[in-house]
């Protein structure tokens, strides 16, 4: 049968899903200012109600999880989708002021709005975007993180013969960038800079995968499995040259499975444009409609003249002629 598709184009690799960036926070406060008033993101109503730990719904699939401790500072930013710049930016407006004397800053930019933590975590907000960012209104698209000069190539070898990940090496100017694919229409960047980087502080994100054992065992072989969490989950640190075993970047990466109990689980998401002033009964909740299409399809106007006629197909014509 003629096929126009691309099927290949559908993969996404082992990597099925980017869930959540770990980050710790000193104090619950100003996080809630910055990522609940400010960015209009949700608190997680069921999981960690208490002053230890925040996990801040974004969208269907993603997660900031926020444990009290010192502040932790991503080496880069992330990327994330939301519904609706100009109330974006009135929100952040409204939190600035009691967000004084820390890290907090925003800033518009052409493409993007960006934005600053009480903390420094850097975050690029953009408006919805079919091609680019798939049918999504809000969630989290992308994590980049800058890397030493060089170390590109070697990063997307390791997650592609580790972690059975598609990936894509880009030149940029002085440097490269390796694209991880890490979901539907989700991926980690490492671009390549020549400037100084922090020291690792042990921030953290987390993927499922669909093939569990063979990246495990491909990383037990490598003495890097820094953590045995449970049945369905482990964890690893570093990113190493897999020739050399030079380590190239560190970022702990806990790894779950499918089968997590975690997986697929649903996430409430409210609609920051309702207020008790301007209240709208049923407006509650956030609506993720996003028109999108499958294309154009290849179905033979009569299904019987196709180069192989569907089961079904036969089956009703096959009825029609019998009581004709």
Same mark, same amino acid.
């Given at each position: ?110 493409? %993007? !709005? =960006?934005?600053?933590? +009480?903390? @420094? ?9 079919? #091609?680019?960012? *798939? /049918? ?5 698209? %992308? !994590? =980049?993180?800058?890397? +030493?000069? @060089? ?9 592609? #013969?580790?972690? *059975? /990940? ?159």
């Amino acid at each position: 049968m003629d096929n126009p598709f691309d099927r290949s184009a559908e993969n996404l690799g082992n990597i099925t899903g980017l869930e959540h960036v770990n980050l710790e926070i000193p104090e619950q406060g100003p996080a809630s200012d910055f990522y609940l008033a400010g960015l209009g993101f949700t608190r997680d109503p069921y999981l960690f109600p208490g002053t230890n730990n925040m996990w801040v719904n974004v969208g269907r699939t993603s997660q900031f999880h926020m444990p009290t401790g010192d502040a932790l500072v991503l080496r880069g930013h992330v990327g994330i989708v939301i519904p609706d710049r100009k109330a974006l930016l009135e929100r952040l407006d409204s939190v600035k002021d009691r967000l004084k004397g820390t890290k907090f800053s925003y800033k518009e930019h052409n493409d %993007y !709005v =960006e934005a600053h933590c +009480p903390w @420094g975590n850097e975050f690029r907000l953009y408006e919805p975007d079919l #091609e680019r960012f *798939g /049918a999504i209104n809000l969630g989290i698209p %992308y !994590v =980049e993180f800058n890397v +030493p000069m @060089g170390t590109a190539q070697g990063i997307a070898k390791f997650y592609k #013969e580790i972690l *059975g /990940a598609h990936i894509k090496v880009e030149s940029n100017g002085g440097g490269k960038v390796a694209h991880i694919a890490v979901g539907l229409k989700q991926e980690l960047i490492f671009r390549e800079t020549d400037k100084p980087l922090p020291e690792y502080d042990g921030h953290h994100l987390q993927v499922y995968v669909e093939d569990f054992g063979k990246p495990h065992d491909k990383l037990a072989k490598l003495d890097l499995i820094t953590e045995e969490s449970d049945r369905c989950q482990y964890r690893f640190e570093d990113i190493v040259d897999l020739d050399t075993g030079k380590v190239l970047f560190t970022i702990e990466h806990e790894v779950r499975s499918v089968t997590h109990p975690l997986y697929l689980r649903p996430l409430v998401n409210r609609n920051p444009a309702q207020t008790n002033r301007t209240y709208s009964l049923g407006g509650d909740a956030w609506n993720p409609t996003l028109v999108q299409s499958l294309g154009a399809g290849n179905r033979a106007p009569d299904p019987l003249t196709a180069p192989k006629a569907p089961t079904i197909a036969k089956r009703r014509a096959a009825r029609m002629a019998a009581g004709a």
